[in-house]
């Protein structure tokens, strides 16, 4: 649990100093649904070419968080990468 608070809040800081204000309540929200969903990879869109493996999480009409899922038993860790822009997660930015 402390290793996982610790990396939340690391992910949060980052975000803090690249996002805009409004951004971070939902990036917040977004942890919590995919923390509290057993299959998180069915809130995202599945991503292909280079990021498969990948989903993208929908913030917003422009925002994206990219994430991956990783499972070793009963345990599933969701692995949160960048927030971005839907042009740059889909390769047109």
Request: hydrophobic share 35%; proline share 4%; with cysteine.
């Amino acid at each position: 649990m402390f290793r996982l608070q610790t990396l939340l809040r690391n992910f949060l800081e980052e975000s803090r100093k690249k996002a805009p204000t409004e951004l971070i309540g939902k990036i917040e929200n977004a942890i919590l649904t995919l923390r509290e969903n057993p299959i998180p990879e069915s809130l995202g869109t599945a991503k292909k070419g280079p990021l498969v493996g990948l989903f993208a999480y929908e913030l917003d009409r422009e925002n994206r968080l990219l994430y991956g899922v990783r499972r070793t038993g009963n345990e599933c860790t969701v692995l949160l990468l960048r927030v971005c822009s839907q042009k740059e997660v889909y390769g047109k930015g």
